[in-house]
């Protein structure tokens, strides 16, 4: 089985800058997954934040972190990173990463893995 740990989350102004990151275990090779970030506020729905398939070529944002958020990943290390830049408030929020071993990218409930999440708190 998948399993996903996240890590890197933590409080930081507004206009600063957090990274996180999704360590993957579970499989000699990912090639063929959709790994994904998701947030989701108090009293709010879980919201897609951005996607890429591991072998590359590929990369999907929320119209609300277009620009500012970017998702990559290192292949040696099994893990996968979202920078996330000149952060507002509205970020704030519990983190998640996720595996697919299909095709799509922007749907939580077909996701088939995912991590405890973690905290990001944005101040102003």
């Known amino acids: 089985q998948v399993h996903l740990v996240e890590s890197g989350g933590g409080w930081v102004q507004a206009g600063g800058s957090l990274r996180l990151s999704c360590a993957v275990s579970?499989?000699?090779?990912?090639?063929?997954?959709?790994m994904g970030w998701f947030r989701q506020a108090p009293g709010k729905e879980r919201e897609f934040v951005a996607a890429m398939r591991w072998s590359g070529g590929s990369t999907y944002y929320a119209d609300s972190v277009k620009g500012r958020f970017t998702i990559s990943r290192d292949n040696a290390e099994n893990t996968v990173y979202l920078q996330m830049n000149n952060m507002k408030p509205e970020d704030t929020a519990v983190y998640s990463c996720?595996?697919?071993?299909?095709?799509?990218?922007?749907?939580?409930?077909?996701?088939?893995?995912w991590g405890q999440g973690t905290q990001v708190t944005v101040s102003s």
């Open positions: 579970g499989r000699t090779t990912f090639s063929g997954y959709v």
């Open positions: 996720a595996a697919n071993n299909g095709i799509q990218y922007r749907l939580a409930g077909l996701y088939d893995y």
